[in-house]
């Protein structure tokens, strides 16, 4: 069975960067695609982006430019950073495994749907 | 990106009534790439539906998807009382993937 636990702070400033990481268990790294989801209260469910244990990475546009991901194989944990908080990132961050992703006509992988995942962390951004 | 809407934004049923939840997106899903979840107060979305029309595994026989296009629809055939939450569809049929707003399932 395969579980995932997010952790990190739960209170982080305004301008300053989240560092947020999951843990996996039940199931290796290698082999699948990993994403970052958030929900917040103004703005729903939202796609952060994914991390593929071979380093490739993609993130939401809206996010592209402050987000980084990385992983650890040695500890099954992969990690999202997010830089030049503000309010509007208060949210709770969620980890989740993909299936059902695919390639595209351009070679570009495509993101599909998200099971099992993590409990979710809640991150507030105080100014 | 493809926005979704769905609809209603709160369904008030008894149990053992049926419940037709709607998500219709901005422009075509391909290949009918829709997934629903739901989601309990305190804890993280669960896969439901995936591929429209496609039941998760544990998910009971009562839970049906269809649509294709703009246009998909969850059906809760009779509910449970576990069956009152939250649920959201999600398209991954074009990048960004996104997410609906929610439909919440309230006891009448």
């Known amino acids: 069975q395969v579980q995932l636990q997010e952790s990190g702070p739960g209170l982080v400033k305004a301008s300053e960067t989240l560092s947020l990481t999951c843990t996996i268990s039940g199931a290796y790294i290698s082999g699948y695609y990993w994403s970052w989801i958030r929900q917040s209260p103004g703005k729903g469910l939202e796609w952060i982006g994914y991390?593929?244990?071979?380093?490739?990475?993609n993130s939401n546009p809206s996010l592209k430019s402050r987000v980084t991901m990385s992983f650890d194989r040695s500890k099954n944990q992969i990690s999202l950073n997010l830089k030049s908080l503000t309010a509007a990132d208060t949210a709770v961050y969620y980890c989740a495994r993909e299936s059902g992703g695919y390639f595209d006509g351009s070679g570009l992988y495509m993101s599909g749907w998200f099971d099992p995942w993590g409990q979710g962390t809640l991150v507030t951004v105080s100014s | 990106e493809i926005v979704l809407t769905q609809s209603p934004g709160t369904l008030s049923l008894s149990p053992g009534e049926r419940a037709t939840l709607s998500c219709r997106a901005s422009?075509?899903?391909?290949?009918?790439?829709l997934a629903w979840y739901q989601q309990k107060p305190g804890q993280a979305p669960r896969l439901v539906i995936y591929?429209?029309?496609s039941r998760a595994t544990g998910i009971p026989d009562r839970f049906s998807g269809s649509g294709s296009g703009t246009d998909f629809t969850l059906t809760i055939s009779r509910l449970e009382p576990e069956d009152f939450a939250m649920y959201y569809c999600?398209?991954?049929?074009?990048?960004?993937?996104?997410f609906g707003g929610g439909t919440t399932v309230e006891i009448k």
């Open positions: 422009q075509s899903v391909s290949s009918s790439y």
């Open positions: 991390i593929y244990y071979s380093g490739s990475t």
């Open positions: 591929a429209a029309s």
């Open positions: 999600q398209q991954y049929g074009s990048s960004p993937v996104t």
